[in-house]
């Protein structure tokens, strides 16, 4: 390679790394080059540490997967079916669409859960005496079981969270944490 060719590969102080010019931590080349880009309109970028909504997300995510873990592994669940059979058991009878109403699943998913519990025999369905249209969700006696297992195995999942707050605190988080719920409006009602 002759000496002309080697210096036009040479990154001038102060510039941006040109395309090539490539270290084993920045493979592509291209990480001062993007974190020195000004946001559209001139706005700052979500400071992620300190956003409640994001950080909400991250604890949901948390109690999800160790949730979804645990009822894997002791009762082969996933998670929307151990969703349909908790709201069964906090209320035998509800319908599918209290189910829907009650859990943070839409109704497919509510569906196919409902119907994998049902062929497991955990769940039985039995027609409304008011309305032939509308069915009620009951859990078997093996369904009970199940529940009762999973009930305890999943009071695991906020432990280490109830360690670092009393029961007052535990009750104004949950209280904070239904007011916001409540306040957020439901995507389906936005224009």
């Not at 990154?11 to 790394?17: E, N, S, V, Y």
């Not at 009071?155 to 969270?161: D, K």
Request: charged share 25%; proline share 5%; aromatic share 4%.
């Amino acid at each position: 390679m002759s000496s002309t060719k080697s210096q036009s590969r040479r990154q001038p102080a102060g510039d941006l790394p040109l395309p090539n010019a490539r270290s084993t931590a920045d493979p592509l080349g291209v990480e001062e080059s993007v974190a020195s880009l000004p946001l559209d309109g001139g706005l700052e970028a979500i400071r992620l540490n300190d956003y409640w909504p994001y950080q909400v997300t991250v604890l949901a995510d948390r109690i999800a997967r160790l949730t979804s873990a645990i009822v894997k592994r002791e009762a082969g669940l996933n998670l929307s079916q151990w969703r349909v059979l908790a709201a069964i058991a906090e209320a035998p009878g509800r319908t599918a669409v209290e189910v829907v109403n009650v859990t943070p699943m839409d109704k497919g998913i509510v569906s196919r859960a409902t119907k994998a519990l049902l062929e497991a025999g955990l769940v039985v369905r039995r027609a409304s005496q008011a309305d032939g249209r509308v069915s009620h969700l009951y859990l078997t006696t093996k369904g009970k079981g199940v529940y009762a297992h999973l009930r305890q195995a999943v009071e695991a999942v906020p432990l280490a969270g109830n360690r670092m707050m009393d029961a007052g605190e535990q009750g104004a988080f949950c209280s904070l944490v239904k007011r916001l719920a409540n306040s957020i409006p439901e995507a389906d009602r936005l224009g």
